[in-house]
C-alpha cells in the first residue's frame, strides 16, 4: 500500500509542527519553503486539518500553525483521515450493503486492517527516531538509514 500524496504532505508538515512544538508557532510559509511543498497546496491541507481538530492557527505577529494535540494523541490515521476522506473504524460494516460483493467485504476489511496499524503510529514515535538519528550522527556513526529527517522528503519512503 502506498500512501496518498496528499497524505504524505499532511504527514511531513505535521511532523514539521511537531518538531516545533515547544518554540513558536511555525507559518506555511516557512513549512513551505523548508519542505518544498506549495503553499496553496498547503493552505488546502490545513483547512482541513483545522476541520478536525489536529491543528489550531494563532494569527499576529508571530503567529502560525500549532498542534492541536499532543504528539502522543495525534496518530497517523488522524492525519490520513483528516486529509483523505478515509473511512474510519466508525464507518463500520454499515458501509457494506446486504447485497454486498465478497470483494467488497474484502477491501472493506483490508482497509480496516490498515487504518488500525495507522492508527497505532504516533507523531511521538518520529519524534524519537528523529532524536535517535541525530545523536547517532553527533556521535559519527552516521543513522540516515534509520532515522527521519524533516529534510528528507517523506514521501520516497512510502
Request: proline share 2%.
Amino acid at each position: 500500500m502506498k500512501l496518498s500524496s496528499r497524505s504524505q504532505y499532511a504527514i511531513t508538515a505535521m511532523l514539521e509542527l511537531a518538531l516545533h512544538e515547544d518554540s513558536k508557532p511555525i507559518t506555511l510559509f516557512d513549512i513551505s519553503q523548508k519542505q518544498k511543498i506549495s503553499l496553496s497546496y498547503l493552505e488546502q491541507l490545513f483547512a482541513r486539518l483545522r476541520t478536525k481538530k489536529l491543528v489550531r492557527g494563532r494569527r499576529g505577529p508571530g503567529g502560525g500553525y500549532v498542534l492541536a494535540r499532543s504528539t502522543d494523541d495525534i496518530s497517523v490515521a488522524d492525519i490520513v483521515a483528516a486529509v483523505d476522506d478515509v473511512p474510519t473504524e466508525d464507518s463500520g460494516e454499515d458501509a457494506i450493503s446486504a447485497e454486498g460483493v465478497s470483494s467488497d467485504i474484502l477491501w472493506h476489511n483490508l482497509s480496516s486492517q490498515i487504518y488500525n496499524y495507522l492508527r497505532e503510529i504516533k507523531l511521538s514515535q518520529f519524534m524519537q527516531k528523529e532524536s535517535s538519528s541525530e545523536n547517532l550522527e553527533n556521535s559519527g556513526a552516521g543513522a540516515s538509514s534509520q532515522g527521519w529527517k524533516t529534510e528528507v522528503s517523506y514521501h520516497s519512503r512510502a
